[in-house]
């Protein structure tokens, strides 16, 4: 089985993380994000993927390589897929697909069944079928109304509230028949969403919803990505290999806590939980809450770090805070006794120097 995972995107909202890494590479329990939609792929039986790349593309290249060790064959498309969107870079592969394939974006955690989903597909025989999920607020998302027989009947991506009709929203994920590349014209900016669904539509041919109740977060926000973290640690996102689980050890109770190798913890206070990538080295009498922290970051006593998301070679002085909804870039250098306020962006590469005050526009 072939599928296509769209990987080039510029991860704008979650800047400044996507400096240095795309976002498919960015450290969700400290492994790329891709590896869990790859894995769920490989696991029903999909053995050759296209990865659809642009943005820092030798980052992901690098990683998956040839896809030997994720027992997958693993293809990269070339050129500037940006320009194309999402629909006109795949028209590159059209020569390569053989069947009904998978296609999925790489910013999204979810437990789709994705078997009961390609055989939906089959069983309703239309050209296209777009996996729904169901959302407070559909007004970020793209919303389909469906007919009783789960056809599409209208399309509308980013509605505004009084537009949206239902909300049943577009995952990202769906299932093509290679008859889609007829509608998808050479080198010219094509977007699913915007393009091909409504293309779809407006010559009657049939595209389907397929509705499921399986977790499904679109990480691609500084909050949703913490959400998403908090709702592996309840058990709602299941994480095939990742077992998180209550405090141990000389960390104090109350929060989770999941590490990745060589990480240094003393007095350490956790509160809602923490994920620390590899190499992380905490001073005494650190509180952090609801955080998540890159490889190779140092925090050093008595700092604070709360509802944050801290890159990667991060040096957190003595006393620093960092308030709820801040990101701190790749190695940033926050002197002693700083305080980042809520919402900040600290973009990679700066330097706080000690007792400056970041406070928000
Ligand atoms: C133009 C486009 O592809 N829009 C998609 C896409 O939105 P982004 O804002 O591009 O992430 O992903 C959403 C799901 O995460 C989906 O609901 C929407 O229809």
Redesign the pocket.
């Known amino acids: 089985m072939q599928a296509v995972l769209l990987a080039g995107?510029k991860g704008t909202?979650l800047l400044p993380l996507t400096v240095y890494r795309p976002k498919p590479m960015i450290p969700f329990f400290n492994r790329p994000l891709m590896e869990y939609i790859l894995e769920a792929l490989v696991n029903i039986g999909v053995d050759e993927v296209f990865v659809l790349v642009g943005y820092l593309k030798e980052k992901i290249m690098e990683h998956f390589g040839d896809g030997e060790e994720f027992g997958v064959e693993i293809h990269y498309s070339n050129g500037d897929n940006l320009k194309l969107?999402?629909a006109g870079a795949i028209k590159k592969i059209e020569g390569k697909i053989e069947d009904s394939f998978l296609v999925a974006?790489t910013?999204?955690l979810t437990n789709i069944n994705f078997k009961d989903l390609y055989e939906f597909h089959k069983k309703k025989d239309g050209v296209a079928t777009m996996a729904l999920t169901r959302v407070e607020d559909?007004s970020?998302?793209?919303?389909a109304i469906l007919d009783t027989d789960l056809r599409i009947r209208s399309f509308k991506?980013?509605p505004r509230p009084e537009e949206a009709l239902s909300n049943l929203?577009?995952?990202?994920i769906y299932v093509l028949e290679p008859e889609v590349f007829d509608l998808i014209p050479e080198g010219k900016n094509f977007?699913?969403?915007?393009h091909l669904f409504p293309k779809i539509l407006e010559e009657g041919l049939p595209l389907y919803g397929y509705p499921f109740d399986e977790y499904w977060n679109?990480v691609?926000r500084p909050s949703t990505y913490l959400q998403a973290t908090e709702d592996a640690f309840a058990g709602k996102l299941k994480l095939p290999q990742i077992s998180v689980g209550p405090l141990k050890g000389n960390v104090e109770r109350g929060g989770s806590l999941y590490t990745g190798r060589k990480c240094v913890l003393r007095k350490t206070r956790i509160i809602g939980f923490a994920v620390l990538g590899d190499n992380v080295k905490i001073g005494k009498n650190v509180k952090i809450e609801r955080s998540v922290i890159f490889s190779n970051v140092v925090i050093e006593e008595g700092a604070e770090i709360r509802e944050a998301i801290i890159g990667e070679n991060v040096y957190i002085g003595k006393g620093v805070v960092v308030e709820p909804g801040s990101v701190i870039g790749d190695n940033a250098i926050i002197e002693d006794f700083s305080r980042i306020g809520a919402n900040v962006k600290i973009w990679a590469d700066s330097r706080i120097g000690r007792e400056s005050v970041i406070l928000p526009d």
């Open positions: 995107g909202r969107g999402t974006s910013d999204i559909p970020h998302y793209g919303v991506e980013k929203v577009n995952t990202g977007d699913f969403s915007l679109d691609g």
